[in-house]
């Protein structure tokens, strides 16, 4: 056994003081509030002792890209599940716009096999909706295959398009999978950038990102999505919220569907349009960045519960990449070893209660998909686990990504990754990890 003792054992429910007990890959008892394990006195025990810190499970992190197959000049899935481990996040589900997209049953098969041996992190996939591959996809979530499906809503990104009225209906008529959505209105975002083009010429600023992907074009598109989700009480995760609207609007839906969910990223809660013209390219992500009001909303959402799940949208691209004008750049950035930082530096900050952040980190993305065993910190659950020293900064100026950067360089984020802990085994110690090789698993689903 391994006691983690005088620890601050942080969950969705309760903080609390105490000792949490390590049985090989399990969690064996949790004693708090002054309660001694007796087993603690015994010869083979080992104690950790962590007066000061603090205990979360490892973050489930249910939005990441990391660019395998195809694009692995950008991350491949050992560079970027190492960065994960080292940022406290032990579970992550893959999106499915790679290179090929992962829209198939041997796509999807493939991704798995790529991945067992390589990830430091547990792993999973969501597979990609198109126009014409439902009847193909919907049996690899009923087997458990994947995670859940993944809508671009009439946009092509990766080759991923939904424009269809009745084949997106046919989405949302599924009713026993987790079905996600990037909503942005592609026609709106269109009109943007040929409004931008005639302003800028070619010369567009980055500060006119969040313009031309409009806070119009995430709400016209979140109001469709929420209008057939109440139709046909779909499972439907709103990715990346980025508006005070888009909260409203989904804040009102769940009264009628309870099975809607709101995710934002650590970007939206860090970063406002403010910061365009300081990091330019660095901060271009769909959808953009939106206003200091925004940020306010989505903090406060975090607080009260109107957001649900946290994912990093981890999107690396190579630093060069990202220094190129405005319509060459692409979208995204790389930022799931900072995003529990950056969570607990806005908690500080906005007064979010730590149980909320628990929970958006790890406990509701491992309840709605249903990952097996995984993202609580309770007897019987499989021992993965993050303690953060929280008064410590967060180092960001050596991000483990293959490509060398985040946007978070010059942040000054507190709460620093001290330890993690997979399937009961320390993996990491003060930004090192101590394990030989990958040993992360392929995340199980226990269906409805
Ligand atoms: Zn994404």
């Not at 046919?170 to 005639?198: K, N, P, S, Y």
Request: charged fraction near 25%.
């Amino acid at each position: 056994m391994i006691y983690l003792t005088d620890v601050t054992i942080i969950t969705g429910d309760a903080i609390r003081e105490g000792t949490v007990g390590l049985d090989h890959d399990r969690i064996a008892g949790i004693w708090a509030d002054g309660d001694v394990p007796t087993g603690l006195a015994a010869p083979d025990a080992a104690i950790i002792p962590l007066k000061g810190m603090w205990l979360f499970a490892g973050g489930i992190d249910a939005h990441v890209h990391f660019r395998e197959p195809g694009l692995t000049d950008k991350a491949d899935f050992a560079s970027e599940s190492r960065a994960a481990l080292l940022g406290g996040v032990t579970s992550v589900i893959d999106m499915p716009n790679t290179n090929p997209p992962t829209t198939s049953r041997e796509r999807l098969e493939e991704k798995l096999r790529m991945a067992s041996g390589r990830s430091w992190v547990h792993y999973g996939f969501h597979i990609g909706a198109t126009n014409d591959n439902l009847d193909e996809i919907l049996p690899c979530i009923q087997d458990g295959s994947a995670a859940g499906i993944k809508v671009f809503m009439g946009s092509s990104t990766g080759n991923m398009l939904v424009d269809r009225d009745e084949t997106l209906e046919r989405i949302f008529r599924v009713t026993d999978a987790e079905i996600l959505v990037h909503c942005e209105d592609e026609t709106l975002v269109r009109q943007g950038l040929e409004q931008a083009r005639e302003r800028y010429g070619e010369n567009i600023p980055f500060s006119a990102h969040p313009s031309i992907r409009s806070r119009e074009a995430c709400i016209r598109s979140t109001e469709k999505a929420l209008g057939m989700a109440l139709r046909h009480g779909t499972r439907l995760h709103v990715l990346h919220v980025t508006t005070a609207e888009e909260i409203r609007m989904i804040s009102a839906a769940k009264e009628k569907n309870p099975f809607l969910l709101a995710e934002t990223s650590a970007n939206y809660l860090w970063f406002c349009d403010k910061d365009y013209d300081r990091l330019g390219g660095k901060l271009k992500c769909n959808p953009a960045v939106k206003t200091e009001a925004d940020r306010s909303a989505l903090r406060k959402a975090l607080a009260d519960g109107s957001i649900d799940t946290i994912g990093s949208d981890h999107a690396p691209h190579r630093e060069e990449e990202k220094d190129r004008p405005y319509l060459s750049c692409p979208s995204g950035m790389p930022s799931i070893q900072q995003s529990l930082p950056v969570l607990l530096t806005v908690a500080a900050e906005a007064d979010i209660p730590l149980t909320r952040i628990a929970r958006a980190f790890s406990e509701k993305t491992a309840k709605v998909f249903g990952i097996r065993d995984r993202g609580r910190i309770a007897p019987g659950y499989k021992a993965d686990l993050v303690v953060i020293d929280p008064t410590a900064k967060a180092d960001t100026s050596h991000p483990a990504y293959k490509c060398g950067w985040t946007p978070y360089r010059d942040e000054t984020l507190t709460g620093a990754v001290r330890m993690v802990f997979l399937d009961g085994k320390m993996v990491v110690r003060d930004g090192r990890i101590l394990s030989e090789r990958p040993e992360g698993q392929p995340l199980q689903y226990d269906r409805r």
